[in-house]
């Protein structure tokens, strides 16, 4: 494939992330709820990162993974990715979510032995660290993180990464405008500020919502991917807010030296436009720039 094509200021991004969240699995491929084929939209979701990004550096699933924590749904969900990742060359980071079991999920998704430890760990790709944090509180749907992990997280952070920090976590640091998401938010907050501030820490990676959202949490971007399973229609009332069926979706991560974007990707078939191509970029790149300009950016004469 040609390219990279550069047309602006901005040179490629060092690292492309698939950011994926909630996808909810169950034992056996059963509807969620009894109404959602989470098993087709995850599935759609596969087909659409192949087609998004050939190479991308790694897909960081920020929780939920299963919606009740059977070992059937990691074993069948773990089936599900892990030929993708091999086709792509990527690495596949598993974070835990409220709905998650942490011993069925060490066992299931990490070869490790089946305890209720955290789920964390870090992974150094081409200079770019991704941490995973666990803020599940087994036995409960809020979030938090305990002494142990703080401090655990704050000695990693001692040492800056070359290209900084990502923090993937299910629990968004963030207040959500929707009533019923404050009691399930992520508690003591504070303490977690009082790690990251002022640490290599460029953004934060985070689940929860069904709905995507982006905020400021200690000077760092939080993205919130909305998820695969279902999603929040927020096009209602805060108090009337419930799922559907619809607008499933994940989010495309590019990281650069000065910036990280956060791209929404929706899981959907509908009808697409053929205006761009790869024929069509190799047309602009033959020209100079301020052919390119010409022909693409001036408005056509009334």
Request: aromatic share 6%.
């Amino acid at each position: 494939m040609p390219g990279p094509y550069v047309f602006g200021r901005h040179q490629p991004a060092s690292h492309t992330i698939i950011h994926v969240s909630d996808p909810h699995f169950l034992a056996g491929g059963a509807r969620l709820g009894g109404r959602y084929d989470v098993d087709d939209t995850f599935a759609r979701t596969l087909v659409a990162i192949r087609a998004v990004h050939p190479t991308p550096a790694a897909i960081v699933l920020t929780g939920d993974l299963t919606d009740l924590g059977e070992p059937d749904a990691y074993r069948r969900l773990r089936a599900a990715v892990e030929p993708v990742a091999r086709e792509l060359g990527t690495q596949v980071i598993w974070v835990a979510g409220n709905h998650d079991e942490r011993p069925a999920l060490r066992e299931g998704l990490l070869d490790a032995p089946a305890t209720e430890e955290p789920v964390t760990g870090v992974w150094e790709i081409d200079g770019l660290r991704i941490i995973a944090l666990d803020t599940s509180v087994p036995g409960w749907h809020h979030g938090d993180l305990d002494d142990g992990q703080l401090a655990w997280l704050a000695d990693v952070l001692r040492t800056p990464a070359p290209q900084g920090t990502l923090l993937a976590m299910h629990h968004p640091p963030l207040p959500s405008h929707l009533p019923l998401f404050d009691i399930l938010e992520l508690r003591h907050q504070e303490k977690l500020e009082a790690v990251i501030r002022g640490s290599d820490v460029r953004g934060i990676l985070a689940g929860h919502l069904h709905y995507s959202s982006t905020g400021v949490f200690a000077g760092v971007p939080v993205s919130v991917a909305s998820a695969t399973c279902y999603t929040m229609n927020v096009a209602r009332p805060a108090a009337e807010v419930n799922g559907m069926d619809a607008a499933q979706a994940f989010n495309l991560v590019h990281v650069y030296p000065d910036t990280i974007t956060h791209t929404v990707v929706p899981v959907t078939t509908a009808p697409t436009g053929e205006y761009f191509s790869e024929a069509w970029l190799e047309k602009m790149a033959a020209l100079d720039p301020e052919a390119r300009l010409e022909a693409f950016s001036r408005k056509p004469t009334r």
